[in-house]
């Protein structure tokens, strides 16, 4: 990953982070296994949070509507997290996450929490964005290419479901021992699984990644060439850490 970050990762620079996120709210900790996980929508998430409970022996959240919110909003505060814990634990535990080309994981969260007809709660601030510039505009109608206005113009930021890796996990501050990937996921997880000595009967779910490649492409080819370089651009440096390519034909 040091193509994208320039440097190694020093303890310097996360206490450096740990000044900014004292608690590193994106990071679920095993103690049990001495595993960290930071956890990225639209990355099947929801999924490896359903086994990420179970080795961290609280499979009672899997019967809660609002799982991950339970596990940030609960299970993080009640650790107590002090920055020398959090920094031993960095050090030494086994890190990972899991990646996917940052524009299908763009596209599946248009699709899942923008597109109609069952727009989620997430539309909210793109409609309001949209409406500045079509002021008919009805959250049952966002466009792809309004959409991606709205990211360029700033909404990147603004939900979990759309912002750069760079931004969530602390890339280049924290260095990570296993990198999934969405397009090997079950062989992947299958390996963290065993790195971590999780039980021998726990296993990632068969799991059969959406392909959502075609459909991309089609998509992009509505964008303006400008409009999809400062995309690229906002994106950039998770394309070169994981060493995804911009093209999407």
């Not at 509507?65 to 020398?84: A, F, G, T, W």
């Amino acid at each position: 990953m040091l193509k994208g970050c320039g440097s190694e990762p020093s303890e310097a620079s996360l206490l450096h982070v740990l000044d900014q996120h004292p608690t590193l709210d994106h990071l679920l900790i095993n103690d049990a296994h001495q595993a960290v996980f930071c956890y990225i929508a639209k990355v099947a998430s929801k999924t490896w949070r359903k086994v990420w409970a179970n080795t961290v022996g609280v499979s009672a959240v899997l019967k809660r509507k609002h799982m991950l919110q339970y596990m940030v909003n609960s299970l993080i505060p009640d650790e107590h997290r002090q920055k020398s814990d959090l920094i031993r634990k960095v050090a030494n535990y086994t890190k990972f996450l899991v990646v996917r080309h940052p524009f299908q994981r763009l596209f599946s969260a248009y699709k899942d929490k923008i597109q109609p007809p069952n727009p989620e709660r997430d539309v909210i601030s793109v409609l309001s964005y949209v409406q500045k510039h079509r002021f008919n505009a009805t959250r049952k109608d966002i466009q792809w290419q309004e959409f991606v206005s709205y990211i360029i113009d700033g909404g990147y930021r603004e939900n979990q479901h759309w912002r750069p890796y760079v931004m969530q996990c602390y890339l280049c501050d924290i260095q990570y021992d296993i990198i999934a990937k969405y397009e090997t996921l079950f062989e992947d997880s299958e390996e963290i699984l065993r790195r971590i000595g999780a039980p021998e009967s726990l296993h990632f779910p068969d799991y059969y990644p959406s392909s959502t490649q075609t459909e991309l492409m089609s998509y992009m080819g509505k964008l303006t060439q400008e409009q999809t370089d400062r995309l690229y651009q906002i994106y950039q440096q998770d394309f070169e850490l994981f060493q995804y390519t911009h093209n999407t034909e």
